[in-house]
């Protein structure tokens, strides 16, 4: 979910293992680029969300505390 939503999704289900299937319908396209990825996100997300939904699960939009790793540089490996 992470991918389409855009934002990092948390899974605190407890569930150690899942296999779902969700059909995705894809929404007519109008030609307009940007405006059919962002149309194709959202049904998808909001297609994934109703599985969920169905499941007896809900996904719940939360702020908090994320680790995160920043490089501020990188170089290649000296020769000794």
Do not use: C, W
């Not at 979910?1 to 929404?27: C, K, Y």
């Not at 169905?54 to 996904?59: C, N, R």
């Not at 908090?64 to 000794?80: C, H, I, Q, T, Y």
């Amino acid at each position: 979910m992470s991918g389409i939503s855009g934002h990092i999704v948390i899974d605190q289900t407890g569930i150690e293992a899942i296999d779902i299937t969700i059909n995705l319908e894809r929404p007519p396209f109008t030609g307009d680029g940007v405006a059919d990825i962002a149309a194709v996100r959202d049904s998808y997300f909001a297609s994934m969300v109703g599985g969920v939904n169905k499941m007896g699960l809900k996904v719940a939009s939360r702020n908090g505390p994320l680790e995160v790793l920043m490089v501020d540089s990188a170089e290649r490996p000296r020769e000794n």
